[in-house]
Nanobody
Framework: QVRVVESGGGLVQARGSLRLSCAASGSIFSINAMGWYRQAPGKQRELVAGITSGAGTDYADSVRGRFTISTDNTKNTVYLQMNSLKPEDTAVYYC??????????????WGQGTQVTVSS
């Protein structure tokens, strides 16, 4: 019922910038958190940036200072502004929406992923 769609990926040069968007549609009771993950070939999926309903943020050490996560809660949308991109940022980026479905229950929705390729 809930659909999560990422957009904004592409091919950029090192030191360039991209802005990823993730929009959730459908019936969502309450969003607990939103986040961006990435997975490079041969590597585990890792957290890039996350933001809670209280606006607290968390960043991977490798992107802190270069990436910024933000939301438009009225649109159930989360953004990832990526600056000073490096070749090692190349990965498929996935959006995760964490819904609070009850007092002690959560459910995660994942997008299909968007490819980010940074050339050197």
């Amino acid at each position: 019922q809930v659909r999560v769609v990422e957009s904004g990926g592409g091919l950029v040069q090192a030191r360039g910038s991209l802005r990823l968007s993730c929009a959730a549609s459908g019936s969502i009771f309450s969003i607990n958190a939103m986040g961006w993950y990435r997975q490079a070939p041969g590597k585990q999926r890792e957290l890039v940036a996350g933001i809670t309903s209280g606006a607290g943020t968390d960043y991977a050490d490798s992107v802190r200072g270069r990436f910024t996560i933000s939301t438009d809660n009225t649109k159930n949308t989360v953004y990832l502004q990526m600056n000073s991109l490096k070749p090692e940022d190349t990965a498929v980026y996935y959006c995760r929406i964490r819904e609070r479905t009850g007092p002690v229950t959560l459910y995660d929705y994942w997008g299909q992923g968007t490819q980010v390729t940074v050339s050197s």
